[in-house]
Nanobody
């Protein structure tokens, strides 16, 4: 059974930084694409970033150059380092394991002065 647990959300001022982490418990983590999504108030869930098992990554244009995804296959973690945060980055951030089609419960990020 796959389990994903996000952490690291909180309240931060515009321009600030946060690091989210997703701890996975699953078979095949090393070969699974891992992704981060977010759901902002009043909007659909949107894809933010993804990383393959060997570390090839891609970002949504809205976060390119500000957010950075990384993974540790030994620890089964996927991090999202968010910098230069904007109010529009506010939302609940979710981790997804593509191989297992599994989601975490989300962690809330609020960017506000």
């Amino acid at each position: 059974q796959t389990q994903l647990l996000e952490s690291g959300g909180g309240v931060v001022e515009p321009g600030g930084s946060l690091r989210l982490s997703c701890l996975a418990s699953m078979e095949g983590f090393n070969i699974s694409i891992m992704e981060w999504y977010r759901q902002s108030p009043g909007k659909h869930r949107e894809w933010v970033a993804g990383i393959t098992g060997i570390g090839i990554y891609k970002y949504s244009p809205s976060v390119e150059g500000r957010f950075f995804i990384s993974r540790n296959n030994f620890k089964q973690t996927v991090d999202l380092h968010m910098t230069k945060l904007r109010p529009e980055d506010t939302g609940v951030y979710y981790c997804k394991a593509v191989l297992a089609n599994a989601w975490g419960q989300g962690t809330r990020v609020t960017v506000s002065s």
